[in-house]
Structure formats: C-alpha cells, structure tokens
Nanobody, 118 residues
Framework: QVQLVESGGGLVQPGGSLRLSCAAS????????MGWYRQAPGKQRELVAF???????NYADSVKGRFTISRDDTKNTLYLQMNSLKPEDTAVYYC????????????WGQGTHVTVSS
C-alpha cells in the first residue's frame, strides 16, 4: 500500500519559481532517505537533491543555490522548492524513498512535469 504522489508541476517562465510536493502513504518518510530525481527528454534520469533520515541535505551542482529540499513530518510530505528556474530544468520530476537495512526498500512516484519556457 506504499504510494508516493507528486504534485505542483507545470509551466513557468525562466527565472520563476515552483514548489513540488510528494505526499506519502504507507511509509513514514522521516525513517527513509528521500530524494528528487528528474529526467529530461533524451537524457538519463539524474538525482537532483536528497535528504537523509537525520535531516542532512545534498544537491546536484546544477541546482545548488536555487533548489531546496525539505520534509514536513507532520504532513508526511516531501517538498522541492525551485527558484530561478532555467530552461534546462525542464523535465519530469520523480519522488523517491529509499531504505536499506537487512532488506532494501525502494519506492517511486509517478512523476510530475515541469516545463520552463517563455
């Protein structure tokens, strides 16, 4: 019954902002390493940002200083705040939850489209 549902994508002009949400059910996201990935047309899927269970964050060089990943544990929701958007940010953005103990758990959302264009 685990489900990750992304929302908040859409069309935005260069320099604009957008906030993506990932609503989780069936898992408690604070117990997982959570990440945002994206896949642009004709390119491989890449890791954009992640936040580990303890709260530390990391970002791809291409989005550092512009994107912020965060969790709201009371809402069990992951966010990606995207500022100063560029055309090269255009992609389908995916939410991921990952945890490895004696067994590996790996869950993906369906994706939300982000288009940056004037």
């Amino acid at each position: 019954q685990v489900q990750l549902v992304e929302s908040g994508g859409g069309l935005v002009q260069p320099g604009g902002s957008l906030r993506l949400s990932c609503a989780a059910s069936g898992i408690i996201i604070s117990a997982y390493n959570m990440g945002w990935y994206r896949q642009a047309p004709g390119k491989q899927r890449e890791l954009v940002a992640f936040i580990i269970s303890a709260g530390s964050t990391n970002y791809a060089d291409s989005v550092k200083g512009r994107f912020t990943i965060s969790r709201d544990d009371t809402k069990n929701t992951l966010y990606l705040q995207m500022n100063s958007l560029k055309p090269e940010d255009t992609a389908v953005y995916y939410c991921n939850a990952h945890r490895m103990t004696y067994i590996t758990y790996d869950y993906w959302g369906q994706g939300t489209h982000v288009t940056v264009s004037s």
